[in-house]
């Protein structure tokens, strides 16, 4: 997706160079909202909410949560199709393959540690300190990065 996102960003472009810094500014808000969301979560009250049965699931549904995590989740669309391209406008040859190369080993990076790593965390999550810790964590880091990409003009 990060692939496609740089590749149909370019031809764009080509068309409507203006389109870049509306994208930039959505791709900001999109940070900010995210953040805030997360912070949200910090200040709520409960228990996180994760099923506690045992079992194990089937095939067809573990291939369904991958999909809806990576394939069917609009944040997934929204982050490698406009604000990863949008960060990268203007930026040609080495410099953009290898933004390209790092975003989509970051990405399987991500992906594998997630699936593997859930199971093994779960235990650790069901308290809501944790998940507070967590949220904070995302928060912080999404508002950061916002405030970084607004400060440098990216």
Not at 75 to 96: E, K, Q
Not at 114 to 140: I, K, N, P, W
């Amino acid at each position: 997706m990060i692939a496609f996102g740089m590749h149909g960003f370019a031809l764009v472009l080509t068309r409507r160079p203006n389109v870049v810094s509306w994208l930039f500014d959505a791709g900001i808000l999109a940070l900010v909202c995210h953040g805030l969301l997360a912070l949200r979560s910090v200040l709520r009250a409960g228990q996180p909410d994760i099923a506690t049965s045992g079992t194990t699931a089937s095939l067809r549904r573990t291939l369904l949560v991958v999909a809806s995590v990576s394939l069917i989740n609009p944040v997934s669309w929204i982050d490698t199709v406009l604000v990863i391209p949008a960060v990268m406008a203007g930026r040609t040859g080495v410099a953009c393959r290898a933004v390209v190369a790092g975003a989509v080993t970051a990405s399987l990076i991500w992906f594998l540690v997630l699936t593997y790593g859930t199971r093994t965390c779960r235990s650790f999550f069901e308290h809501r300190a944790s998940m507070q810790v967590l949220d904070g964590t995302v928060a912080l880091l999404m508002l950061s990065l916002a405030a970084h990409l607004v400060l440098m003009g990216a």
